[in-house]
């Protein structure tokens, strides 16, 4: 099937799942941005009824530990492309299925939850997607501070390009997030082809999980 052929809710998980890095970024600006891998994952057409991803965020030292676990669910409202952002009941039971997707065979509607308000709203562009926040609705207490999270990104088949902040409902004035700029990440490796195009998908087999020791550029070896 062409690509275009596909559904827009389908091209964008593609464009955003995979495991993605930003060591270039953390190599060019050491004190302004950590290495950190985010590992999307396409979920079952089961879990939201449409398309979904398994979303893990974690420092490159600490892979095991990842700071943020999420699903994210894609859809179309009134001709709109959507993100619905959700949380999971028991996080840790998932940690590590960026590096071993079997791990998400398991995961089913019962086991994640919605974040009110953590909705984005995307649009496409010539080279891919572009998305933002809607609304203040999407509350994040940081350092006893009451935030809503407004988030701006860009993604094509290789690259994501994220801004996270957290602002004051009142002000808009920035809590939380990056001074510097959005998070560049390229993309190590795609699981586009994971991705489900509708109910009747039938999934190819997985990948086997990566090694237990990975080796980044800076000729580091990491034991994870
Ligand atoms: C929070 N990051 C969030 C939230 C959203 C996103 C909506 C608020 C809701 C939540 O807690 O999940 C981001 N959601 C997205 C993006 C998309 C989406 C980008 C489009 C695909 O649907 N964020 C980064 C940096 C890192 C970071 C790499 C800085 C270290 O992009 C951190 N984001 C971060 C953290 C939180 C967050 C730590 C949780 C804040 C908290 O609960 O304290």
Same mark, same amino acid.
């Given at each position: 099937?062409?690509?275009? #052929?596909?559904?827009?809710?389908?091209? $964008?998980?593609?464009? !955003?799942?995979?495991? !993605?890095?930003?060591?270039?970024?953390?190599? #060019?600006?050491? *004190? @302004?941005?950590? &290495?950190?891998? *985010?590992y999307?994952?396409?979920l079952? @057409?089961?879990?939201?009824?449409?398309?979904? $991803?398994?979303?893990?965020? =974690?420092?490159?030292?600490?892979? &095991?530990?990842?700071?943020?676990?999420?699903?994210?669910?894609?859809?179309?409202?009134?001709?709109?492309? /959507?993100?619905? &952002?959700?949380?999971?009941? &028991?996080?840790?039971?998932?940690?590590?299925?960026?590096? #071993?997707?079997?791990?998400?065979?398991?995961?089913? =509607?019962?086991?994640?939850?919605?974040?009110?308000?953590?909705?984005s709203?995307? +649009?496409?562009?010539?080279t891919? %997607?572009r998305?933002?926040? *809607?609304?203040?609705?999407?509350?994040?207490? /940081?350092?006893?501070?009451?935030?809503?999270?407004?988030?701006? %990104?860009?993604?094509?088949?290789?690259?994501?390009?994220?801004?996270?902040r957290?602002?004051?409902? +009142?002000?808009?004035?920035?809590? @939380?997030?990056?001074?510097?700029?959005p998070?560049?990440?390229?993309?190590? +490796?795609?699981? =586009?082809? !994971?991705?489900?195009?509708?109910?009747? @998908?039938?999934?190819? +087999?997985?990948?086997?999980?990566?090694?237990?020791?990975? =080796?980044?550029?800076?000729?580091?070896?990491?034991? *994870?």
């Amino acid at each position: 099937m062409p690509a275009s #052929d596909l559904s827009r809710t389908v091209r $964008l998980a593609q464009c !955003l799942s995979g495991h !993605l890095h930003n060591l270039q970024q953390a190599m #060019d600006s050491p *004190i @302004w941005f950590a &290495n950190i891998h *985010i590992y999307q994952c396409p979920l079952a @057409w089961s879990v939201f009824n449409g398309v979904g $991803l398994y979303i893990e965020q =974690a420092y490159d030292l600490s892979l &095991n530990r990842p700071y943020r676990q999420r699903a994210l669910h894609f859809f179309e409202e009134e001709g709109q492309l /959507r993100i619905q &952002n959700y949380a999971l009941h &028991n996080p840790d039971s998932y940690t590590g299925a960026g590096r #071993d997707l079997s791990m998400l065979k398991s995961l089913t =509607a019962t086991d994640i939850e919605i974040l009110p308000g953590c909705l984005s709203g995307v +649009e496409e562009t010539d080279t891919g %997607f572009r998305g933002e926040s *809607i609304g203040k609705g999407c509350r994040v207490v /940081r350092k006893g501070r009451e935030t809503y999270s407004f988030i701006q %990104f860009e993604v094509t088949e290789t690259k994501f390009q994220s801004l996270d902040r957290g602002l004051d409902p +009142e002000t808009d004035e920035m809590v @939380w997030g990056s001074k510097m700029g959005p998070f560049q990440f390229d993309k190590k +490796e795609s699981f =586009a082809h !994971l991705v489900p195009t509708g109910p009747d @998908w039938v999934a190819p +087999e997985l990948p086997k999980p990566e090694k237990k020791t990975v =080796a980044d550029t800076s000729d580091r070896v990491i034991s *994870i």
